[in-house]
Structures are given as structure tokens and as C-alpha cells.
DNA sequence: CACGAAGCTTACGTTAACGTAAACTAGACC
DNA sequence: GGTCTAGTTTACGTTAACGTAAGCTTCGTG
């Protein structure tokens, strides 16, 4: 079996908690194997907490997020579940499109109000530290 | 003045509940004017809502978004408070850019797997039902 | 004038996502 | 054998972001 992180390196490795983890495990959005007692983190839970990160930082819920992790075990799923995990995941990269252009036409308006705001500062070049 | 929008016509507008714009009032995202006792939403109002809602959609916690939407009203500020907000501002834009990058590959990744899953989806045309 | 619709304030309730503390265990090292 | 370190379970606490309910005002209309 390849290597296997325990949980202060997972919690090194990716700035979180241990309590998170086992958050996460508690909510079976990770489930690590046990070496008696304690928990292993195999490739596949570190690749399902990369996603979990990502989609957090994109204003995801962990409920949302946990449906689509099921893309990561694609194991020996029945054609029907197969098909929904499919569906789910194609709702979910439309939604991050929609993300993407809304984030793009966001950058655009922040950009613009920043220059606005330069030329303000630059029309300005009274040194008054005007105390109010 | 401009035109203005009662709360429920806010609400209705931007699919939030009375509750939710007076609760950014409360933490001072949002500032109407009042007619008597009802607030009245001018333009100014609209579109830092419309900030708020799309900073949401992004991961952001209300209070940073609160620095950011300083922004929206560059008034008559001291020279020091309109740097600092331009700070705020390039700060965010930085923010978001990264947002973007991480956005992409996640679509990028994504896509990786609706094509594997698509794969095995196809690889097994047998209509098994196999009830497990 | 009654009253219904829209809005208001005040205040307690709720949910998600953890934080924090207490008390236990199991292996490592002197 | 003691104790230090890393880890565990259990359970109550906390914060953000609203939901929800109660009781009051104001305005237009029959």
C-alpha cells in the first residue's frame, strides 16, 4: 500500500485543524483508514481533502461538496448510481463556469474602481494631513 | 434624486428577505435613506448590494467585504483613508485573481473526470441491474 | 373608522462549521 | 516504571448569517 500521512501531517500539510478532519470524517466526507487507533490519510482522502478546500474557497457547503466527491471512489458503482455522480458532476462544472465569468466581469469592475480611485489619490497631491 | 427601491422591491429584485438587508444594515454594509420610517434604497445602496452578493458567492465573509465596499463611496475622504481603501482594493483584486487560477484548473480537473467517468460509464453498456 | 398591506423594532432561535476542554490510551524513550 | 508525545472520544461552546415570531406604526381604501 503507497504512503499514508497521519493526522498532524495532513493537518502540516494543508492548514487545517485536526479537529477539522475529524469534522469531515464525522460529516463522511473523508473516512481514513485505522492503524489501531488511529487514523491514516491515503492518497485517495488527500485528494477528496484538496477538493473539499478548493470548493470551500468557492463558497461551496460541505453537504454540496460531499455529493460530488463521489467522482473520486468512481469503485465499482452500479450504472445508476454511476450515471447520477456523472450528473452531478456536469451541474457542478456549469456552476463553476458560471463562477468563472461571474469572478471575470468582477475583476474587470474592481480594476476599473481602482483606477478611479488612483486618479483621485493623483488629483490630490496636496500633502494636507488635514487633521478633521 | 435618483430613483429608489422600497425593501420589498430590493428583495424582489435580488432574491434576498427584508431580514438580510437589515441585517447588513445592522453591520453597516448598507446605509438607505428613510421616508419616515421606511428605508429607501438609491442607487448607491444597489450596487454595493450587488458587491456584497457577488463577494458572497465567492467565499467571502461579510466583514471583508465590508473593507472592500468602502470603495463604492469615495467621497470627500482624507488623503490617508483613501490610500488605505485603495490598499483594501488591490489587496482584494489579488485575491480574486488567485481565485481565478485556482478556479480554472479546478475546471480543468473536473472536466478530467467527467471524461474518465464518461469512459466507464460507456465501457459498461451491459444494462446489468445488478442488485448487490 | 375599520382594516389590510407594508414596514418597523426587539429579541430569541437555528444551522453550519468548527473551537475548546476534559479525560483516556498507546507507543517511545530514559 | 514513569512520563512525554501524539492521538483518541465525548461533549459543550462559539461565531456568522440569517430565520422567525410578537407586537407596534403608518398609510391607503372601502
Known amino acids: 500500500m503507497g504512503k499514508t500521512l497521519t493526522i498532524s501531517q495532513m493537518c502540516e500539510e494543508f492548514g487545517v485543524t ?3 478532519l475529524r469534522f469531515y470524517e464525522d460529516k463522511e466526507l473523508l473516512s481514513p483508514i485505522r492503524d489501531g487507533q488511529k487514523r491514516l490519510y491515503t492518497k485517495r482522502e488527500i485528494g477528496r481533502l484538496k477538493w473539499i478546500l478548493h470548493g470551500k474557497r468557492f463558497g461551496f457547503a460541505l453537504e454540496e461538496i460531499r455529493e460530488l466527491l463521489e467522482l ?3 469503485g465499482d458503482q452500479q450504472e445508476t448510481q454511476l450515471r447520477r455522480t456523472y450528473e452531478v458532476g456536469v451541474k457542478h462544472l456549469e456552476t463553476l463556469r458560471a463562477k ?8 474587470d469592475d474592481l480594476e476599473e474602481l481602482l ?12 500633502k494636507q494631513t ?3
Chains 1, 2 share one sequence.
Open 18 to 20: 485536526p479537529r477539522t
Open 72 to 74: 473520486y471512489y468512481l
Open 130 to 132: 488635514a487633521a478633521e
Open 100 to 107: 468563472k465569468e461571474e469572478l471575470n466581469s468582477s475583476i
Open 115 to 126: 483606477a478611479t480611485c488612483r486618479e483621485l489619490i493623483e488629483t490630490l497631491p496636496n
